[in-house]
């Protein structure tokens, strides 16, 4: 088992003494590259008000490769599929070592105030918004109330 | 997918000839300027640069060993000479005390296990001509207020190189079990693949051992050898450390800075980005693509649909990500210079060529005091005119100060062609399995026909020898 590397330190570190509104990464205690995240859902979007839980992962070659995160909570978004796997090109190809844990949480905070339906991974969702995007839109509202608003 | 704005989206895809006209080999140069250093520089600079230069070809198979799938090259060479080529790239790789240039080194410190798949001499060259950033020794933690002695002795602690653990990546070759493995009971294939990362791991070994006593061959000599740096020259490198904005360690302030957007990376992040492997245009690549099957498909019908992109900028995703590098005017120690033990910080001698020669008594050391001087007087003319910080927008590529990404890499394009052949060799291999079904469907076919018409020819024989007895009758 390797050491923990001076970035990640740092960056866990940064985390907590700078932390982002709206976001929350806290490693796990067995396993440092493990991170628990929630992303609070932007205002003025149909996740507002939704606090959602996320994991991500930091692999053996981060950072020349990118996080590995994903939805633990249920979400209705065109990028998102049924297993919470993200689609979102700085976490593929368009991944660079510059960046950090705290700005791919930006990203995908800002994916979902702005949902991309013409590059889907749900293609069933992205349809229902290409199509009927009122009615799309209601149903994350109430997807996000259902899964994502803690009683 | 989602994109994230203020990022360009994928880079354009490079054709074959577009690669850079730069070239790699640089053998042809002369390098008796480094005479200067005097035969106290255990490895002068001819011999080192002839010592560490491989053949273009060692790449291609350098690279096998990160990419074990990989497609075999229309001349396969031997397994001995694999093993060869990869044993001198694992030697290129040691951080030796007195292969230095201005108080680094010519090899990585060792803060990534993974992705040394580099031209070793070429970097190594680049770093001795001054056009890319030694290898300095990382500090993992550094703060301004820390006193001389302070950073002194942290500076005395340091290492040559990191400990295996103490490595950014985990280093799966150290961690193969070879002995739970029966060799008898492997097939063709299993076994060479064992036999392959059996040698991995012995040669990572190996590797640990030379690295070891290169650490205590330093921790010996560096007391008495002129090739270990003076305090001068440790307190004028270290003194203004820089953070890596990439691996986030210490390193001084002299960095590598992009061509495109002018920001720092230390030479050790430098060497790790590289193309990404060769792929479709538009490639998902894994999980959750509905439409990769269809791509891969559409792949093995034209292998050639396959591309390979620059690695892109960091910091501004400009494609063909190079960086130029400025040294410090005024610190030339190590191949090309002095001997980094007789490096004086320019404050503490008076400044006007009064450094106090009366302990010299070396004609050579006399010699390397007057080079060093030339350097003082060089760098006051010259501090401020270093590109680094005077340049305004970007460098193109083909600036012959900028060092790419397919410069220290160039077997990008045999990387490129060995997908494309074992894309095409895959489509082959599938097209002749569909044409001997079809072949053995129609020579089925023949058969049956054949029957056919023996059985027709049979029963008319059979008729016309009923007729006869017929007729007889």
């Known amino acids: 088992m390797s050491s923990l590397p001076k970035r990640i330190i740092k960056e866990t570190e940064r985390l907590v003494s700078d932390p982002v509104p709206g976001i929350t990464a806290v490693p796990s205690e067995e396993n440092l590259r493990y991170f628990n995240v929630t992303i609070e859902g932007p205002d003025q979007s149909p996740y507002e008000g939704g606090i959602f839980k996320l994991e991500l992962y930091l692999p053996d070659d981060y950072p020349m490769v990118a996080p590995k995160v994903r939805f633990l909570t249920k979400i209705y978004h065109p990028n998102i599929d049924k297993l919470g796997r993200i689609c979102l090109d700085v976490l593929k190809n368009n991944w660079s070592p510059a960046l950090q844990i705290r700005t791919i949480l930006l990203s995908i905070q800002a994916l979902l105030a702005a949902p991309n339906p013409n590059d889907p991974l749900a293609n069933d969702v992205a349809e229902a918004w290409l199509q009927h995007e009122t009615q799309a839109i209601e149903t994350a509202r109430e997807w996000t109330k259902k899964y994502a608003v803690l009683e | 997918m989602g994109q994230v704005r203020g990022r360009p989206g994928p880079s354009p895809s490079t054709t074959l000839n577009q690669q850079s006209s730069e070239d790699p080999s640089l053998t042809s140069k002369d390098h008796s ?7 106290s520089v255990r490895n002068s600079r001819e011999s080192l640069v002839q010592g560490i230069r491989q053949p273009v070809s060692q790449s291609s198979s350098e690279s096998e060993r990160s990419r074990p799938s990989q497609a075999p090259q229309v001349k396969r060479s031997s397994r001995s000479e694999r093993e060869k080529l990869k044993e001198a790239h694992a030697r ?85 079990d070879e002995a739970s493995v029966d060799e008898s009971l492997l097939s063709k294939k299993e076994l060479r693949r064992h036999l392959s990362k059996k040698f991995n791991k012995q040669l990572k ?91 891969k498909a559409k792949a093995e019908q034209d292998p050639n649909l396959l591309i390979s992109e620059y690695a892109c900028c960091p910091y501004c995703a400009t494609p063909n990500f190079g960086v130029i590098y400025s040294p410090p005017a005024y610190i030339r120690t190590g191949l090309g210079g002095i001997p980094p033990a007789l490096f004086k910080s320019p404050l503490k001698s008076s400044g006007n060529g009064n450094i106090t020669t009366d302990a010299i008594t070396d004609e050579e050391d006399l010699n390397a005091f007057e080079v060093q001087e030339n350097y003082f007087r ?65 020579n089925e076919n023949e058969i049956e026909q054949k029957m056919i018409q023996e059985a027709m020819r049979l029963s008319l024989l059979e008729e016309e020898s009923r007729k006869r007895r017929a007729s007889v009758k």
């Open chain 2, 92 to 176: 290129g790789l040691l951080v030796k005390y007195d292969e230095n240039v201005d108080g680094g080194y010519l090899a990585p410190y060792g803060t990534y296990n993974l992705n040394l798949d580099y031209q070793i001499s070429v970097v190594k060259e680049a770093i001795i001509e001054r056009k890319l950033a030694p290898f300095y020794t990382p500090l993992q933690d550094f703060d301004a207020s820390w006193t001389d002695e302070d950073l002194l002795a942290v500076l005395s602690n340091l290492k040559l190189h990191a400990l295996p653990h103490e490595a950014e990546d985990e280093d799966e070759d150290l961690e193969y």
């Open chain 2, 205 to 295: 070994l190996k590797k640990l051992e030379w690295q070891a006593a290169e650490e205590k061959r330093y921790l010996e000599e560096r007391a008495t050898s002129r090739q270990a740096a003076s305090d001068d020259l440790k307190l004028e490198l270290y003194r203004t450390s820089v953070e890596c904005p990439i691996c986030f360690l210490y390193y001084p302030r002299w960095l590598n800075y992009s061509r495109c957007c002018n920001h720092a990376i230390c030479t050790e992040c430098f060497v790790q980005i590289k193309r990404l492997e060769p792929h479709l245009p538009h490639d998902h690549d894994d999980e959750g693509d509905n439409n990769g099957e269809d791509q």
């Open chain 2, 378 to 442: 060089k760098a006051s003319m010259a501090s401020a005119m270093s590109i680094a910080t005077q340049r305004r927008g970007s460098l193109p590529a083909t600036h012959p100060q900028v060092i790419t990404t397919d410069f220290i890499r160039p077997d990008w394009e045999q990387n490129l062609n060995n997908a494309r052949a074992k894309l095409a060799k895959r489509a082959a291999a599938a097209s002749a399995i569909h044409a001997s079904n079809m072949l053995i469907q129609s």
């Open chain 2, 33 to 39: 300027s480094s005479s200067n250093s005097g035969d």
